[in-house]
T-cell receptor
């Protein structure tokens, strides 16, 4: 079974604090993603990575950065937390080319999420 | 532009059948996914369609018509535990990096009543 874990389920931080959200997957997946999910807005992609030390911006990268020093770990960093970053943060991973019969299905598997509250 | 539409909410009765529709307009297409998400939890993978037609998996089936930009998720013999949000997502090769990332719809919240 694919396992994606996130460092915290719930987190409360103050405005201006630096926040680290950690994500680890144990299936040797190449691809990793960070999303945030807000009511009425759905899942929005923040950053993604297709390989170690590689990162690319998603739709809403402002105020965030990422780090991928090892294949299994993808960290999301809020440089200076603000109240509008209060959200549910979801990490996902997928295997490049993965899928039955050689189909490039590349299903994304999600971690349990971190609910972040910035006061 | 890229757009994925699904109804915001639906209600159905235990034991019944419900169909959740998804229409999409994307620059490219390389597969459509359905995910289930219970309140406060992570999305979990339900089904994948890349060719036209019906894919069946137990009580759940998913249909795709690429020419119409349309998919539906069919849930049979509804159970109370099926109360959840259902997310439609399309892989667009032109979105994001070289492999194409997923574009998610906002989800359909399904309430199953006794």
């Amino acid at each position: 079974d694919v396992k994606v874990t996130q460092s915290s389920r719930y987190l409360v931080k103050r405005t201006g604090e630096k926040v680290f959200l950690e994500c680890v997957q144990d299936m040797d997946h190449e691809n990793m993603f960070w999303y945030r999910q807000d009511p009425g807005l759905g899942l929005r992609l923040i950053y993604f990575s297709y390989d170690v030390k590689m990162k690319e911006k998603g739709d809403i990268p402002e105020g965030y950065s990422v780090s991928r020093e090892k294949k299994e770990r993808f960290s999301l960093i809020l440089e200076s937390a603000s109240t509008n970053q209060t959200s549910m943060y979801l990490c996902a991973s997928s295997q490049y080319g993965g899928g039955p019969g050689g189909k490039r299905q590349e299903t994304q598997y999600f971690g349990p999420g971190t609910r972040l509250l910035v006061l | 532009g890229q757009n994925i539409d699904q109804p915001t909410e639906m209600t159905a009765t235990e034991g019944a059948i419900v169909q959740i529709n998804c229409t999409y307009q994307t620059s490219g297409f390389n597969g459509l996914f359905w995910y289930q998400q219970h309140a406060g939890e992570a999305p979990t993978f339900l089904s994948y369609n890349v060719l036209d037609g019906l894919e069946e998996k137990g009580r759940f089936s998913s249909f795709l018509s690429r020419s119409k930009g349309y998919s539906y998720l069919l849930l049979k013999e509804l159970q109370m535990k099926d109360s959840a949000s259902y997310l439609c997502a399309v892989r667009d090769p032109s979105y994001g990096g070289s492999q194409g990332n997923l574009i998610f719809g906002k989800g359909t919240k399904l309430s199953v009543k006794p």
